[in-house]
């Protein structure tokens, strides 16, 4: 009965990050598989964003602190493995959290998932699969990036310091547990590769296994991608799927953008490098996409952004900047100004990243 399915939102779409109204849902969700008995068959579903979707701090951290210190790490470059490392330690649901909460004979959980390789400790910092890291982790995680110089850092730490240094939170649970990825970023890139093969191009893809690093080091390894497939004969197709991380600078000087946009624009600036001041067939038969797959990139309401001999001729028209707009990871207006933004809306699922580069060499 459908009736009986309660639909409870947690945050808008383009703000992906804990709220309020996310915790009040997640300490309802605590307060059900806590009434649950042996003869009750939990389900469980789980995608990308669910980090965001289910905040539920331990004991003596807010959530305002919880959101400070991954907004720090964040923007330090931490990538998701060592995000959710942290997140797991100061959360009652994250790190097997939900699975020891709940009372069900029987939890399975259905993932569709958003971390490259789907490790399932990793994907919505593992609600029902036993955590691989410890205290110590989260402490080693916070002391790489120096989080003690934040105004919230030496708090979370201290938090920290209080647990056991060799919990891993991880006992023993109560209901018989299943855990089975039915999605996933090389489900996608599949999907893609099957519909360039249907127009005639000629595929190759990859899916990465782990973290990719930056952004603008993936953007410019695209356009070499780019200009090699366009040296081969006729009509050819490469996708990728993966997700990198952005080195945002200081926030009084930083834009509006994110990891896709970042990719493209460094794929861009990198075009327009080896054009030698020759702008006149730049990306002339190439064009080059990167899009969340769940149309939301950033704080943006863009899934992305692409380029082509078109858009690169209007960001010459109107003697825009990239350089500056990709250090300043300012690349929202920049494709906003030349109609280059991916605008899909949410699609209500996440599988990381697609990035496709088409190339067409036979006229």
């Not at 939102?9 to 997640?26: D, I, M, Q, W």
């Not at 790190?95 to 390789?117: F, K």
């Not at 080091?217 to 197709?237: I, N, T, W, Y």
């Amino acid at each position: 009965d459908t009736r009986a399915i309660h639909l409870h939102a947690a945050r808008p779409a383009g703000v992906n990050e804990p709220t309020a109204e996310g915790a009040l849902g997640s300490e309802k969700i605590l307060q059900l598989v806590q009434e649950a008995d042996d003869s009750t068959l939990c389900i469980a579903l789980i995608s990308g964003g669910g980090s965001a979707l289910m905040p539920a701090p331990i004991a003596g951290i807010t959530l305002q602190q919880k959101l400070e210190i991954t907004q720090f790490l964040s923007g330090a470059g931490a990538n998701i493995e060592q995000l959710n490392t942290v997140r797991k330690q100061l959360s009652r649901l994250k790190g097997q959290g939900l699975a020891r909460a709940c009372r069900a004979g029987q939890l399975v959980t259905l993932i569709i998932s958003d971390v490259m390789g789907d490790p399932l400790d990793v994907i919505a910092s593992g609600p029902t699969v036993p955590n691989s890291t410890s205290v110590t982790d989260a402490l080693d995680v916070l002391q790489h990036f120096r989080a003690e110089t934040s105004l919230v850092g030496p708090e979370v730490i201290a938090r920290l310091k209080a647990l056991e240094p060799s919990t891993t939170q991880s006992p023993s649970v109560h209901p018989t547990v299943s855990n089975l990825v039915i999605g996933s970023n090389a489900v996608s890139v599949d999907a893609a590769v099957a519909c360039a093969r249907e127009l005639g191009y000629h595929t190759e893809s990859y899916v990465a296994s782990q973290s990719e690093g930056l952004a603008d080091d993936l953007g410019r390894h695209l356009f070499e991608q780019a200009r090699q497939m366009h040296q081969r004969p006729g009509k050819h197709c490469l996708v990728s799927g993966g997700e990198p991380t952005v080195q945002l600078i200081d926030a009084a000087q930083r834009g509006r953008g994110g990891r896709n946009q970042q990719v493209t624009l460094a794929a861009l600036v990198t075009a327009i490098d080896q054009a030698n001041g020759d702008t006149s067939r730049l990306l002339d038969g190439i064009t080059i996409l990167s899009g969340g797959t769940d149309g939301e990139d950033g704080p943006t309401d863009a899934a992305g952004a692409w380029v082509d001999a078109q858009i690169a001729a209007r960001v010459i028209n109107k003697q825009l900047d990239p350089v500056d707009h990709l250090r300043t990871n300012n690349a929202y207006p920049f494709f906003e100004q030349v109609g280059a933004l991916i605008k899909t809306g949410p699609t209500h699922t996440n599988v990381c990243d697609i990035r496709i580069v088409l190339t067409d060499s036979s006229g």
